[in-house]
C-alpha cells in the first residue's frame, strides 16, 4: 500500500510541476490580452489540468498495485507506473494549455 502512495505522491509532483510550467507558458502566450478575457483561459486551463493530475495520478497508484500482483518487484513497479502516467499527464497538460489559449481567444472575439 506505500509503494502506491509513493507512486501516487511522484505522479502528482510531476504533474504539479508540469502544470506549473504551462501556467507561465500560457500567461506568455496570452501576452497581449486583456486581463478580463485571460481570466477564462486560466481557469479553464486550472479546471483541467487539476483533474488531469488527480486522474493520472491516481491511475499511477492502481497500476503499480497492479504491476506488483503480476510480479514486478516495487523498486521497478513505481518508476515504469509513474514514467508511464506522469509523460500521459504532460501531454494532457499541454492539450489543455491549447484549450485555455483557445478558451480565452473565444471570449476575447466573441465578448
Known amino acids: 500500500m506505500s509503494v502506491n502512495i509513493i507512486s501516487l505522491i511522484f505522479t502528482l509532483l510531476a504533474g504539479a510541476v508540469f502544470a506549473l510550467a504551462a501556467v507561465f507558458v500560457m500567461i506568455i502566450a496570452m501576452n497581449g490580452y486583456s486581463e478580463s478575457d485571460a481570466a477564462y483561459g486560466l481557469a479553464a486551463f486550472a479546471i483541467l489540468a487539476l483533474a488531469i493530475v488527480l486522474v493520472t495520478s491516481g491511475l ?14 516495487p523498486w521497478l513497479a513505481v518508476p515504469i507506473a509513474t514514467g508511464i502516467f506522469s509523460v500521459l499527464a504532460f501531454v ?16 476575447r472575439i466573441n465578448f
Not at 92 to 107: D, R
Request: proline share 0%; hydrophobic share 60%; aromatic share 14%.
Open 92 to 107: 494532457f497538460i499541454v492539450i489543455a494549455a491549447f484549450l485555455g489559449v483557445a478558451v480565452a481567444e473565444i471570449v
Open 60 to 73: 499511477a497508484s492502481f497500476s503499480t498495485g497492479g504491476l506488483i500482483r503480476r510480479g514486478y518487484k
